[in-house]
Protein backbone atom coordinates (compact mmCIF):
# COMPACT_ATOMS: atom_id res chain seq x y z
CA UNK A 1 0.00 0.00 0.00
CA UNK A 2 3.15 2.31 0.92
CA UNK A 3 4.49 1.48 -2.47
CA UNK A 4 1.12 2.34 -4.19
CA UNK A 5 0.96 5.66 -2.70
CA UNK A 6 4.59 6.15 -3.37
CA UNK A 7 4.47 5.46 -7.06
CA UNK A 8 1.11 7.80 -7.22
CA UNK A 9 2.76 10.92 -5.58
CA UNK A 10 5.64 10.64 -7.95
CA UNK A 11 3.48 10.25 -10.60
CA UNK A 12 1.06 13.50 -9.46
CA UNK A 13 4.86 15.36 -9.24
CA UNK A 14 5.40 14.11 -13.07
CA UNK A 15 1.99 15.55 -14.29
CA UNK A 16 2.81 18.30 -12.22
CA UNK A 17 5.94 19.04 -14.20
CA UNK A 18 4.34 18.49 -17.72
CA UNK A 19 1.50 20.70 -16.94
CA UNK A 20 3.80 23.61 -15.80
CA UNK A 21 6.12 22.98 -18.85
CA UNK A 22 3.26 22.76 -21.12
CA UNK A 23 1.46 25.84 -19.73
CA UNK A 24 4.40 27.85 -19.38
CA UNK A 25 5.10 27.25 -23.14
CA UNK A 26 1.59 27.80 -24.30
CA UNK A 27 0.92 31.06 -22.29
CA UNK A 28 3.90 32.61 -21.36
CA UNK A 29 6.58 31.64 -24.36
CA UNK A 30 4.33 31.59 -27.51
CA UNK A 31 4.04 35.26 -27.96
CA UNK A 32 6.59 36.72 -25.81
CA UNK A 33 9.34 34.78 -26.41
CA UNK A 34 11.59 37.77 -26.42
CA UNK A 35 11.03 38.46 -22.63
CA UNK A 36 14.13 35.01 -21.61
CA UNK A 37 16.57 34.37 -21.93
CA UNK A 38 16.88 31.43 -24.54
CA UNK A 39 19.30 28.86 -22.09
CA UNK A 40 16.77 29.37 -19.45
CA UNK A 41 13.78 28.36 -21.70
CA UNK A 42 15.71 25.53 -22.82
CA UNK A 43 16.75 24.30 -19.26
CA UNK A 44 13.39 24.86 -18.05
CA UNK A 45 12.40 21.90 -20.81
CA UNK A 46 14.97 19.88 -20.03
CA UNK A 47 15.43 20.19 -16.02
CA UNK A 48 13.27 18.24 -13.73
CA UNK A 49 14.53 19.42 -10.26
CA UNK A 50 14.51 22.83 -11.59
CA UNK A 51 10.47 22.59 -12.59
CA UNK A 52 10.07 20.94 -9.35
CA UNK A 53 11.95 23.57 -7.11
CA UNK A 54 9.48 26.30 -8.69
CA UNK A 55 6.79 23.96 -7.67
CA UNK A 56 7.55 23.12 -4.26
CA UNK A 57 8.29 26.71 -3.17
CA UNK A 58 4.89 27.53 -4.41
CA UNK A 59 2.97 24.24 -2.60
CA UNK A 60 2.24 22.52 -5.59
CA UNK A 61 0.15 25.23 -7.18
CA UNK A 62 1.17 25.48 -11.17
CA UNK A 63 -0.57 29.28 -11.19
CA UNK A 64 1.57 30.59 -8.75
CA UNK A 65 4.93 28.67 -9.87
CA UNK A 66 4.39 30.23 -13.09
CA UNK A 67 3.97 33.55 -12.11
CA UNK A 68 7.61 32.49 -10.40
CA UNK A 69 8.86 31.52 -13.39
CA UNK A 70 7.66 34.50 -15.58
CA UNK A 71 9.50 36.59 -13.09
CA UNK A 72 12.29 34.75 -12.57
CA UNK A 73 13.37 34.08 -15.78
CA UNK A 74 12.30 37.88 -16.84
CA UNK A 75 15.22 39.07 -14.03
CA UNK A 76 17.64 36.42 -15.66
CA UNK A 77 17.46 38.41 -18.76
CA UNK A 78 17.18 41.82 -17.49
CA UNK A 79 20.55 41.02 -15.86
CA UNK A 80 22.18 38.81 -17.89
CA UNK A 81 22.71 36.20 -15.46
CA UNK A 82 24.07 33.67 -17.79
CA UNK A 83 27.03 35.80 -18.84
CA UNK A 84 27.40 37.28 -15.53
CA UNK A 85 31.29 36.57 -14.40
CA UNK A 86 34.56 37.91 -12.47
CA UNK A 87 35.73 40.08 -15.55
CA UNK A 88 32.22 41.79 -15.86
CA UNK A 89 32.23 43.01 -11.97
CA UNK A 90 34.25 45.78 -10.43
CA UNK A 91 37.10 44.86 -9.39
CA UNK A 92 36.75 47.07 -6.56
CA UNK A 93 33.81 45.26 -5.56
CA UNK A 94 35.72 41.81 -4.77
CA UNK A 95 38.43 44.11 -3.13
CA UNK A 96 35.78 45.40 -0.77
CA UNK A 97 35.22 41.76 0.75
CA UNK A 98 31.51 42.66 1.36
CA UNK A 99 30.03 39.70 -0.06
CA UNK A 100 31.41 36.08 0.13
CA UNK A 101 30.91 32.55 0.43
CA UNK A 102 32.83 30.45 3.09
CA UNK A 103 32.53 28.11 5.72
CA UNK A 104 29.16 25.76 6.39
CA UNK A 105 26.43 25.60 9.23
CA UNK A 106 25.73 23.03 11.41
CA UNK A 107 23.63 21.49 9.13
CA UNK A 108 26.28 21.41 6.11
CA UNK A 109 24.88 24.68 4.18
CA UNK A 110 27.11 27.00 2.65
CA UNK A 111 27.43 30.03 4.49
CA UNK A 112 26.77 33.22 2.40
CA UNK A 113 28.35 36.55 4.18
CA UNK A 114 26.83 40.07 4.13
CA UNK A 115 29.18 42.56 6.35
CA UNK A 116 26.80 45.43 6.34
CA UNK A 117 28.98 47.53 7.86
CA UNK A 118 31.01 47.79 4.37
CA UNK A 119 28.00 48.35 2.67
CA UNK A 120 27.63 52.60 2.18
CA UNK A 121 23.87 53.41 -0.06
CA UNK A 122 24.98 54.76 -3.10
CA UNK A 123 22.41 55.14 -6.17
CA UNK A 124 25.43 55.13 -9.00
CA UNK A 125 26.99 51.73 -7.89
CA UNK A 126 23.57 50.00 -6.72
CA UNK A 127 22.88 48.19 -10.24
CA UNK A 128 26.34 46.79 -10.18
CA UNK A 129 26.13 45.47 -6.65
CA UNK A 130 22.93 43.95 -7.73
CA UNK A 131 25.21 41.69 -10.72
CA UNK A 132 27.67 41.15 -8.31
CA UNK A 133 25.27 39.21 -5.74
CA UNK A 134 23.33 37.34 -8.76
CA UNK A 135 26.63 36.53 -9.82
CA UNK A 136 27.81 34.88 -6.34
CA UNK A 137 24.50 33.36 -5.91
CA UNK A 138 24.73 32.26 -9.93
CA UNK A 139 28.39 30.51 -9.69
CA UNK A 140 27.12 28.32 -6.40
CA UNK A 141 23.82 27.69 -8.00
CA UNK A 142 26.42 26.02 -11.20
CA UNK A 143 28.54 24.29 -8.91
CA UNK A 144 26.74 23.04 -6.02
CA UNK A 145 22.97 22.85 -8.03
CA UNK A 146 20.11 21.72 -5.73
CA UNK A 147 22.19 22.56 -2.31
CA UNK A 148 20.69 25.78 -0.04
CA UNK A 149 22.33 28.58 0.93
CA UNK A 150 22.42 30.00 4.93
CA UNK A 151 22.97 34.24 4.50
CA UNK A 152 24.46 35.33 7.42
CA UNK A 153 23.92 39.55 8.18
CA UNK A 154 26.89 40.47 9.69
CA UNK A 155 25.93 44.05 11.18
CA UNK A 156 28.64 44.37 13.71
CA UNK A 157 29.59 47.95 13.95
CA UNK A 158 27.24 48.79 11.38
CA UNK A 159 24.77 52.15 11.43
CA UNK A 160 21.69 53.62 9.11
CA UNK A 161 23.92 54.58 6.94
CA UNK A 162 25.18 50.78 6.09
CA UNK A 163 20.80 50.02 5.50
CA UNK A 164 20.09 50.40 1.97
CA UNK A 165 15.97 48.96 1.63
CA UNK A 166 16.42 48.75 -2.27
CA UNK A 167 19.62 46.45 -2.01
CA UNK A 168 17.51 44.54 1.12
CA UNK A 169 14.64 43.60 -0.68
CA UNK A 170 16.27 42.94 -3.98
CA UNK A 171 18.65 40.50 -1.52
CA UNK A 172 15.22 38.83 -0.61
CA UNK A 173 13.81 38.60 -3.75
CA UNK A 174 16.61 36.79 -4.90
CA UNK A 175 15.60 34.00 -2.21
CA UNK A 176 11.64 34.29 -2.41
CA UNK A 177 11.28 34.69 -6.05
CA UNK A 178 14.84 34.28 -8.86
CA UNK A 179 16.45 31.16 -6.81
CA UNK A 180 13.57 28.69 -5.77
CA UNK A 181 13.73 26.43 -2.36
CA UNK A 182 17.97 28.04 -2.44
CA UNK A 183 17.22 29.72 0.94
CA UNK A 184 18.07 27.67 4.39
CA UNK A 185 17.57 30.54 6.33
CA UNK A 186 19.03 33.97 6.98
CA UNK A 187 21.03 35.05 10.37
CA UNK A 188 20.92 38.64 11.35
CA UNK A 189 23.48 38.95 13.80
CA UNK A 190 24.55 41.54 15.96
CA UNK A 191 21.58 43.86 14.83
CA UNK A 192 21.42 46.84 16.47
CA UNK A 193 18.46 48.11 18.12
CA UNK A 194 18.24 51.40 16.21
CA UNK A 195 17.25 49.24 13.21
CA UNK A 196 14.19 47.11 14.57
CA UNK A 197 12.06 49.06 12.73
CA UNK A 198 13.64 48.89 9.62
CA UNK A 199 13.89 44.77 10.03
CA UNK A 200 10.36 44.87 10.66
CA UNK A 201 9.76 45.89 7.25
CA UNK A 202 11.83 43.78 5.98
CA UNK A 203 10.42 40.56 7.48
CA UNK A 204 7.07 42.01 5.77
CA UNK A 205 8.54 41.66 2.62
CA UNK A 206 9.88 37.43 2.85
CA UNK A 207 6.07 36.66 3.00
CA UNK A 208 4.72 33.52 4.68
CA UNK A 209 6.69 30.90 3.12
CA UNK A 210 10.39 32.39 4.15
CA UNK A 211 9.48 34.21 7.72
CA UNK A 212 10.56 31.20 9.54
CA UNK A 213 13.48 31.13 7.91
CA UNK A 214 14.62 34.13 9.23
CA UNK A 215 16.72 34.39 12.82
CA UNK A 216 18.24 37.28 14.67
CA UNK A 217 20.78 36.32 16.89
CA UNK A 218 23.07 37.98 19.38
CA UNK A 219 27.22 37.19 18.93
CA UNK A 220 26.92 34.69 21.59
CA UNK A 221 23.50 33.17 20.59
CA UNK A 222 24.75 32.92 16.58
CA UNK A 223 26.68 29.45 17.97
CA UNK A 224 23.12 27.93 18.05
CA UNK A 225 23.18 27.54 14.50
CA UNK A 226 27.01 28.00 13.25
CA UNK A 227 30.34 25.62 14.64
CA UNK A 228 32.93 28.48 16.15
CA UNK A 229 35.28 26.91 13.55
CA UNK A 230 33.08 28.81 10.53
CA UNK A 231 32.96 31.56 12.78
CA UNK A 232 35.41 35.05 13.12
CA UNK A 233 36.95 36.26 16.23
CA UNK A 234 34.42 39.04 16.87
CA UNK A 235 31.58 36.60 17.04
CA UNK A 236 33.73 34.05 19.66
CA UNK A 237 34.44 31.86 16.79
CA UNK A 238 38.11 30.34 16.03
CA UNK A 239 38.41 30.77 12.17
CA UNK A 240 41.25 32.54 11.28
CA UNK A 241 40.06 33.52 7.46
CA UNK A 242 40.44 37.12 6.20
CA UNK A 243 39.27 37.87 3.14
CA UNK A 244 40.99 38.79 0.52
CA UNK A 245 41.18 39.11 -3.08
CA UNK A 246 42.62 37.50 -5.80
CA UNK A 247 41.98 34.53 -5.66
CA UNK A 248 38.14 34.43 -5.03
CA UNK A 249 37.22 32.65 -1.49
CA UNK A 250 36.75 28.48 -2.05
CA UNK A 251 37.97 28.95 -5.10
CA UNK A 252 41.77 28.39 -4.41
CA UNK A 253 41.57 24.61 -4.08
CA UNK A 254 45.36 23.29 -4.26
CA UNK A 255 44.06 19.83 -2.56
CA UNK A 256 46.57 16.69 -3.11
CA UNK A 257 44.33 13.87 -4.28
CA UNK A 258 45.43 10.00 -4.93
CA UNK A 259 44.57 8.91 -8.43
CA UNK A 260 46.13 5.57 -7.69
CA UNK A 261 44.96 5.76 -3.82
CA UNK A 262 44.67 2.69 -1.31
CA UNK A 263 42.82 -0.50 -2.11
CA UNK A 264 39.87 -1.22 0.66
CA UNK A 265 38.69 -4.18 1.02
CA UNK A 266 35.07 -5.80 1.21
CA UNK A 267 35.77 -6.47 5.21
CA UNK A 268 35.95 -2.54 5.39
CA UNK A 269 39.87 -3.04 6.24
CA UNK A 270 42.60 -0.81 4.41
CA UNK A 271 45.04 -1.18 2.43
CA UNK A 272 48.14 0.89 3.47
CA UNK A 273 50.47 0.38 0.28
CA UNK A 274 49.19 2.75 -1.60
CA UNK A 275 50.80 5.63 -2.08
CA UNK A 276 50.14 9.59 -3.55
CA UNK A 277 51.86 10.20 -6.70
CA UNK A 278 50.77 13.61 -7.52
CA UNK A 279 48.95 16.65 -6.72
CA UNK A 280 46.36 17.94 -8.65
CA UNK A 281 43.78 21.16 -8.31
CA UNK A 282 40.14 20.16 -7.88
CA UNK A 283 38.46 23.59 -9.88
CA UNK A 284 34.83 24.45 -9.50
CA UNK A 285 34.26 23.01 -6.27
CA UNK A 286 32.59 24.57 -3.22
CA UNK A 287 33.78 21.81 -0.49
CA UNK A 288 36.36 23.23 1.74
CA UNK A 289 38.49 26.50 2.41
CA UNK A 290 41.97 25.19 1.96
CA UNK A 291 43.29 29.00 1.90
CA UNK A 292 42.41 28.70 5.75
CA UNK A 293 42.41 25.31 6.83
CA UNK A 294 43.71 22.67 4.62
CA UNK A 295 42.10 19.58 4.82
CA UNK A 296 43.57 16.36 2.90
CA UNK A 297 41.58 15.25 0.45
CA UNK A 298 42.16 11.57 -1.04
CA UNK A 299 39.64 11.29 -3.25
CA UNK A 300 39.85 6.85 -3.73
CA UNK A 301 39.94 5.14 -7.38
CA UNK A 302 39.75 1.53 -7.21
CA UNK A 303 42.66 -0.49 -9.33
CA UNK A 304 42.06 -2.71 -12.26
CA UNK A 305 42.80 -5.81 -10.45
CA UNK A 306 39.96 -4.62 -8.09
CA UNK A 307 37.86 -3.82 -10.29
CA UNK A 308 37.99 -7.42 -12.46
CA UNK A 309 36.67 -9.50 -8.91
CA UNK A 310 34.02 -6.99 -8.03
CA UNK A 311 32.44 -8.05 -11.68
CA UNK A 312 31.90 -11.48 -11.11
CA UNK A 313 29.91 -10.06 -7.32
CA UNK A 314 27.77 -7.34 -8.24
CA UNK A 315 24.52 -8.32 -7.06
CA UNK A 316 26.44 -9.18 -3.25
CA UNK A 317 28.06 -6.11 -3.28
CA UNK A 318 25.15 -3.96 -3.66
CA UNK A 319 23.01 -6.38 -1.45
CA UNK A 320 21.75 -4.29 1.20
CA UNK A 321 22.52 -1.07 -0.21
CA UNK A 322 19.94 2.15 -0.09
CA UNK A 323 18.11 2.51 -3.69
CA UNK A 324 18.00 5.83 -5.00
CA UNK A 325 14.78 7.53 -6.10
CA UNK A 326 15.64 10.41 -8.13
CA UNK A 327 17.59 11.13 -11.03
CA UNK A 328 19.89 14.02 -12.41
CA UNK A 329 19.76 13.82 -16.46
CA UNK A 330 23.17 14.56 -17.79
CA UNK A 331 24.54 15.35 -20.79
CA UNK A 332 26.46 12.08 -20.81
CA UNK A 333 25.84 9.94 -17.92
CA UNK A 334 21.97 10.02 -15.73
CA UNK A 335 22.98 9.76 -12.18
CA UNK A 336 20.62 8.26 -9.49
CA UNK A 337 20.11 9.93 -6.68
CA UNK A 338 19.72 13.42 -8.46
CA UNK A 339 21.06 14.85 -5.15
CA UNK A 340 21.93 13.37 -1.90
CA UNK A 341 23.06 10.24 -0.69
CA UNK A 342 20.86 9.34 2.37
CA UNK A 343 22.91 7.19 5.47
CA UNK A 344 21.71 6.65 8.83
CA UNK A 345 23.36 5.29 12.24
CA UNK A 346 21.75 1.91 11.95
CA UNK A 347 23.86 -0.85 10.45
CA UNK A 348 20.99 -1.21 7.30
CA UNK A 349 21.66 2.61 6.92
CA UNK A 350 25.55 2.64 6.18
CA UNK A 351 24.99 1.63 2.44
CA UNK A 352 24.18 3.58 -0.11
CA UNK A 353 23.81 2.94 -4.27
CA UNK A 354 24.65 5.27 -7.10
CA UNK A 355 23.22 4.22 -10.53
CA UNK A 356 25.48 5.59 -13.58
CA UNK A 357 23.97 5.41 -16.89
CA UNK A 358 25.58 5.64 -20.25
CA UNK A 359 23.16 8.02 -22.28
CA UNK A 360 25.68 8.31 -25.37
CA UNK A 361 26.44 6.25 -28.10
CA UNK A 362 29.91 6.18 -27.38
CA UNK A 363 31.69 4.60 -24.31
CA UNK A 364 32.20 6.73 -21.32
CA UNK A 365 34.93 6.87 -18.34
CA UNK A 366 33.84 7.35 -14.79
CA UNK A 367 35.29 8.27 -11.41
CA UNK A 368 33.77 9.23 -8.10
CA UNK A 369 35.63 11.10 -5.44
CA UNK A 370 35.07 11.90 -1.86
CA UNK A 371 36.33 14.64 0.29
CA UNK A 372 36.28 12.22 3.05
CA UNK A 373 37.95 9.26 1.83
CA UNK A 374 38.84 8.05 5.65
CA UNK A 375 35.00 7.76 6.02
CA UNK A 376 34.07 6.14 3.08
CA UNK A 377 34.39 3.12 0.46
CA UNK A 378 33.70 3.63 -2.89
CA UNK A 379 33.54 0.74 -5.34
CA UNK A 380 34.45 0.58 -8.03
CA UNK A 381 35.36 4.54 -8.07
CA UNK A 382 36.86 4.42 -11.84
CA UNK A 383 36.02 2.63 -14.92
CA UNK A 384 34.02 2.86 -17.86
CA UNK A 385 30.02 2.17 -19.06
CA UNK A 386 29.31 0.73 -22.50
CA UNK A 387 27.10 2.86 -24.50
CA UNK A 388 23.19 2.40 -23.19
CA UNK A 389 24.44 0.64 -20.10
CA UNK A 390 24.67 1.02 -16.61
CA UNK A 391 26.93 0.75 -13.50
CA UNK A 392 26.15 0.52 -9.99
CA UNK A 393 28.57 2.13 -7.52
CA UNK A 394 28.10 0.86 -4.10
CA UNK A 395 29.04 3.93 -1.40
CA UNK A 396 29.87 2.31 1.99
CA UNK A 397 30.45 3.88 6.04
CA UNK A 398 33.58 2.26 7.19
CA UNK A 399 32.35 0.80 10.72
CA UNK A 400 32.64 3.11 13.22
CA UNK A 401 32.25 5.84 10.97
CA UNK A 402 29.52 8.05 10.70
CA UNK A 403 27.91 10.44 8.01
CA UNK A 404 28.09 14.32 7.68
CA UNK A 405 26.13 17.04 6.46
CA UNK A 406 29.57 18.38 4.80
CA UNK A 407 30.53 15.50 2.95
CA UNK A 408 30.60 15.48 -0.13
CA UNK A 409 31.18 13.23 -3.83
CA UNK A 410 32.11 14.38 -7.30
CA UNK A 411 30.91 12.17 -10.38
CA UNK A 412 33.07 12.98 -12.86
CA UNK A 413 32.43 11.40 -16.39
CA UNK A 414 34.14 11.86 -20.25
CA UNK A 415 33.24 10.11 -23.39
CA UNK A 416 35.81 7.68 -24.70
CA UNK A 417 37.05 7.41 -28.26
CA UNK A 418 38.02 3.60 -28.80
CA UNK A 419 40.23 3.61 -25.91
CA UNK A 420 40.75 0.66 -23.27
CA UNK A 421 39.89 0.41 -20.18
CA UNK A 422 43.88 0.11 -19.60
CA UNK A 423 44.64 3.55 -20.59
CA UNK A 424 42.22 5.13 -18.27
CA UNK A 425 45.41 6.59 -15.84
CA UNK A 426 46.76 8.59 -19.03
CA UNK A 427 43.14 8.99 -20.56
CA UNK A 428 42.02 11.80 -17.29
CA UNK A 429 45.52 13.39 -17.65
CA UNK A 430 44.52 14.02 -21.00
CA UNK A 431 41.38 14.81 -21.45
CA UNK A 432 40.47 18.80 -21.45
CA UNK A 433 38.81 20.13 -18.15
CA UNK A 434 35.92 21.42 -20.41
CA UNK A 435 34.91 17.88 -22.08
CA UNK A 436 34.55 16.54 -18.56
CA UNK A 437 31.05 16.39 -16.82
CA UNK A 438 30.65 17.01 -13.05
CA UNK A 439 27.63 16.33 -11.03
CA UNK A 440 28.22 16.36 -7.09
CA UNK A 441 26.21 14.37 -4.51
CA UNK A 442 25.88 15.80 -1.08
CA UNK A 443 25.48 13.40 2.05
CA UNK A 444 22.31 13.41 3.86
CA UNK A 445 22.21 12.17 7.19
CA UNK A 446 19.12 10.31 8.46
CA UNK A 447 17.38 11.11 11.91
CA UNK A 448 16.34 8.05 14.21
CA UNK A 449 13.02 6.39 12.90
CA UNK A 450 13.53 3.39 15.52
CA UNK A 451 10.49 4.77 17.64
CA UNK A 452 8.32 4.91 14.57
CA UNK A 453 9.53 1.32 13.69
CA UNK A 454 8.16 -0.24 16.97
CA UNK A 455 4.68 1.35 15.72
CA UNK A 456 5.04 -0.72 12.96
CA UNK A 457 6.43 -3.89 14.00
CA UNK A 458 3.31 -5.92 13.46
CA UNK A 459 2.60 -4.57 9.80
CA UNK A 460 2.57 -7.26 7.22
CA UNK A 461 5.01 -4.87 6.03
CA UNK A 462 8.52 -6.95 5.13
CA UNK A 463 11.08 -5.64 7.31
CA UNK A 464 13.80 -8.08 5.87
CA UNK A 465 16.63 -6.04 3.94
CA UNK A 466 15.23 -4.54 0.90
CA UNK A 467 11.50 -3.79 2.83
CA UNK A 468 13.39 -1.80 5.87
CA UNK A 469 15.43 -0.02 3.43
CA UNK A 470 12.05 1.00 1.38
CA UNK A 471 10.25 1.86 4.94
CA UNK A 472 12.56 3.89 6.09
CA UNK A 473 11.98 5.89 2.52
CA UNK A 474 8.53 6.10 2.43
CA UNK A 475 8.90 7.33 6.11
CA UNK A 476 11.43 10.12 5.29
CA UNK A 477 8.42 10.86 2.04
CA UNK A 478 5.60 11.02 4.50
CA UNK A 479 7.88 13.36 6.92
CA UNK A 480 8.55 15.43 3.90
CA UNK A 481 4.51 14.98 2.82
CA UNK A 482 3.50 15.95 6.70
CA UNK A 483 5.23 19.50 6.35
CA UNK A 484 3.74 20.51 3.23
CA UNK A 485 0.06 19.50 5.12
CA UNK A 486 1.27 21.26 7.67
CA UNK A 487 1.98 24.69 5.49
CA UNK A 488 -0.86 24.09 3.89
CA UNK A 489 -3.03 23.76 7.07
CA UNK A 490 -1.11 27.23 8.49
CA UNK A 491 -2.45 29.23 5.70
CA UNK A 492 -6.15 27.69 5.69
CA UNK A 493 -5.78 28.58 9.69
CA UNK A 494 -4.87 32.45 8.46
CA UNK A 495 -7.62 32.79 5.98
CA UNK A 496 -9.81 30.86 8.35
CA UNK A 497 -9.06 33.90 11.07
CA UNK A 498 -9.31 36.63 8.26
CA UNK A 499 -12.89 35.28 7.39
CA UNK A 500 -14.25 35.39 11.13
CA UNK A 501 -12.48 38.59 11.43
CA UNK A 502 -14.82 39.75 8.81
CA UNK A 503 -17.89 38.45 10.29
CA UNK A 504 -17.44 39.78 13.22
CA UNK A 505 -16.65 43.47 11.66
CA UNK A 506 -20.16 42.58 9.23
CA UNK A 507 -21.96 42.14 12.52
CA UNK A 508 -21.35 44.62 14.40
CA UNK A 509 -22.01 46.85 11.33
CA UNK A 510 -25.45 45.22 11.33
CA UNK A 511 -26.15 45.88 14.81
CA UNK A 512 -25.26 49.48 14.30
CA UNK A 513 -27.57 49.54 11.68
CA UNK A 514 -30.40 48.32 13.83
CA UNK A 515 -30.06 50.95 16.53
CA UNK A 516 -29.65 53.68 14.07
CA UNK A 517 -32.69 52.40 12.64
CA UNK A 518 -34.49 51.98 15.85
CA UNK A 519 -33.16 55.88 16.88
CA UNK A 520 -34.55 57.39 13.80
CA UNK A 521 -37.86 55.59 13.76
CA UNK A 522 -38.28 56.67 17.59
CA UNK A 523 -37.25 60.25 16.70
CA UNK A 524 -39.71 60.23 13.75
Same mark, same amino acid.
Given at each position: ???????????????????????????????????????????????????????????????????? &?????????????????????????????????????????????????????????????????????????????????????????????????????????????????????? &????????????????????????????????????????????? !????????????????????????????????????????????????????????????????????????????????????????????? @?????? !????????????????????? %???? @???????????????????????????????????????????????????????????????????????????????? &??????????????? !????? @???? !????????????????????????????????????????????????????? %???? @????????
Amino acid at each position: MAELDQHEGEQDLEKKIEETRQRFKNELLQDSADKYDSRDTERLQTDDALVEGYLTWRLYVVDDALKM &IDESLQWRKEFGVNDVSESTIPRWMFETGAVYLHGYDKEGNKLFWFKVKLHIKDAKTILDKKKYVAFWLERYAKKEPGMPLTVVFDMSESGLSNIDMEFVKYIINCFKVYYPKFLSKM &IIVDMPWIMNAAWKIVKSWLGPEAISKLKFASKSEVQTFIGPEYL !PPHMGGTDPFKYSYPPLPDDDFQTPICDNGPIVSEDETESKEGEMEGKETLESSFNSEVAVKPKKVNFLEDSLRAEDNDKGDTSARTKGARKP @LTTFKG !PLLDVSPAEELSFGSGEMEKK %CLII @LSNVTKNQVAFKVRTTAPEKYRVKPSSSCCEPGASVDIVVSLHGGSQASPQDRFLVMAAEMDNVGSQELAQFWKEIPKNK &IMEHRLRCHVLESVK !PTMSL @LRDS !PVDTGTSGQQELNTVLMRMMASNLRMEQKLSTCLWVQKVLIGLVLVLMVLNLL %CLYL @LGTAQRTS
